[in-house]
């Protein structure tokens, strides 16, 4: 059973608008998300993550929303870029139970110059 | 430079055959892991090891077996009982205690 959701398997957007991808987690046990990008025939590469006790966290273009009662984290990037185009996958684990993340099965993100 | 490397890039066998995937980290981590990736699907735990000759199964294990001699290594073998091992394969370390992953380039294994 998938325990966390990204339920847009793909997303368009114009180079300098905004991305928003979404993720839903059906546990509510998960306090830590991680959202990770991914090129093709590449491995995961770590972006933001956010624990429970917040409900945003910034690094530059990059923001994480989460809103714990509903299960739902987000991921914005402002202004997105051609070269953010790629797989973006959303992360969830309990903290202090051995780091075993849930992963979602990704949104393939295409910004268009 | 520290990271994780994982070969070979590609891997081909015949049916039938075990596989021996290998994954080296230079990170100090304690803790790896193995996933597998699929189209369509998200990455999902196949084993992972949080210390030295210490490991635990996943969401997936049946069909896969690995061994942690030692901290920098945790190869992975696809048994010929695993019945879909055609797959991207992704190693990752991290610190033990609530730390992002950090994760190799993978090894697609095809097997016909």
Redesign the interface.
Known sequence: D?Q?K?NS?SLSVQEGRISILNCDYTNSMFD?F?W?KKYP??????LI?I?SIKDKNEDGRFTVFLNKSAKHLSLHIVPSQPGDSAVY?C?ASV??T?????????TSLTVIP | DGGITQSPKYLFRKEGQNVTLSCEQNLNHDAMYWYRQDPGQGLRLIYYSQIVNDFQKGDIAEGYSVSREKKESFPLTVTSAQKNPTAFYLCASSTVINSPLHFGNGTRLTVT
Not at chain 1, 41 to 46: L, M, Q, R
């Open positions: 998938q966390v990204q398997p830590y991680l990770y025939a590449e491995g995961p590469t770590f993550s624990s996958f992360a903290i202090n051995g780091n075993q993340f849930y992963f979602g099965t990704g």
